[in-house]
């Protein structure tokens, strides 16, 4: 895809994703947004409990686009690649998707870098792993301390901004979501003269000790009222939710991929939908 139309095409898909998103999530309660610089480098540490819908929701509620790293294994595919390279996706390998592939990382940790450098946004998951949990797992040591100890020391006022997403249900449509971002954490803050191993280990300790008094799940209810576009949604689309639901349960049921799989096939499919629907009404006027 050509460089200029790239952008263009994200925007409108992102536009598209919050539409769908009105119908996927019944309430959604986000703070501290105001602690997300405009302007300057982002490295946003987040939870990750549900698969790519925590980088979805990035997408969705900031203001600039969201650089976010995902499981390598997942580029495989070529079709697949292509959209996640459109999206702004970036692979990260793990040694369970094969030791050869590990050297593969340096290629993406000096891509994030440049984008630091280039004032631009990027998302890494510093318990290293997805977990439906509903607690913070241990934070690995070096994927995010380097990626902020490498910025700092190049010159890169690179802000590291926790953020933690809480989810009422995995697995129920209609989800309640608390969103919750602290305060940046600086190069000022810590001794960037430390030994790395010495610096990953108080920069993670931080990092848990900010990530851990976000944890929410004091769900606020929703009335009828309170997010009418939802109830009214889920009762127009109920003929595809019971389908998507249907299906979502049947192969990923018993996954951490159901709620973004079950996104994901809303994403495709709404458009087709609305459509259909639309033709199908005109018919009666």
Not at 165 to 182: C, E, Q
Request: a positive charge.
């Amino acid at each position: 895809m050509h460089p200029k139309v790239k952008p263009i095409v994200f925007w409108f898909m992102r536009l598209y994703a919050r539409i769908v998103n009105f119908f996927f999530v019944k309430r959604l309660d986000a703070e501290g947004m105001e602690n997300i610089s405009d302007t300057k480098p982002i490295i946003f540490a987040a939870t990750h409990a549900n698969s790519f819908y925590d980088a979805i929701l990035l997408h969705i509620e900031t203001k600039r686009y969201v650089h976010a790293l995902a499981r390598g294994d997942a580029f495989n595919n070529k079709a697949v690649a292509f959209i996640l390279d459109l999206v702004h996706i970036l692979p990260i390998w793990r040694i369970t998707e094969g030791k050869q592939n590990m050297a593969k990382n340096n290629q993406t940790f000096d891509r994030c870098h440049e984008l630091l450098r280039n004032n631009k946004q990027v998302l890494i998951y510093p318990e290293g792993r997805c977990k439906n949990q509903t607690t913070l797992l241990p934070l690995k040591r070096m994927g995010t301390s380097a990626m902020a100890l490498r910025a700092w020391k190049d010159g890169i006022d690179a802000e590291v901004v926790p953020v933690v997403s809480t989810y009422d249900s995995f697995k129920n449509f209609g989800k309640r979501i608390n969103l919750r971002v602290a305060k940046p954490l600086r190069k000022e803050d810590f001794d960037l003269t430390q030994d790395p191993a010495e610096f990953a280990k108080v920069f993670t300790a931080k990092l848990t000790e900010e990530m851990e008094a976000m944890i929410d799940h004091n769900f606020k209810p929703v009335g009828f009222l309170r997010n009418l576009v939802h109830y009214l949604g889920w009762l127009i689309h109920l003929p595809l939710f019971l389908f998507i639901h249907w299906f979502t349960k049947r192969k990923f049921g018993r996954t951490i991929f159901f709620d973004s799989v079950w996104y994901g096939i809303y994403y495709v499919t709404a458009g087709t939908y609305w459509l259909l629907l639309g033709i199908f009404i005109s018919q009666f006027l």
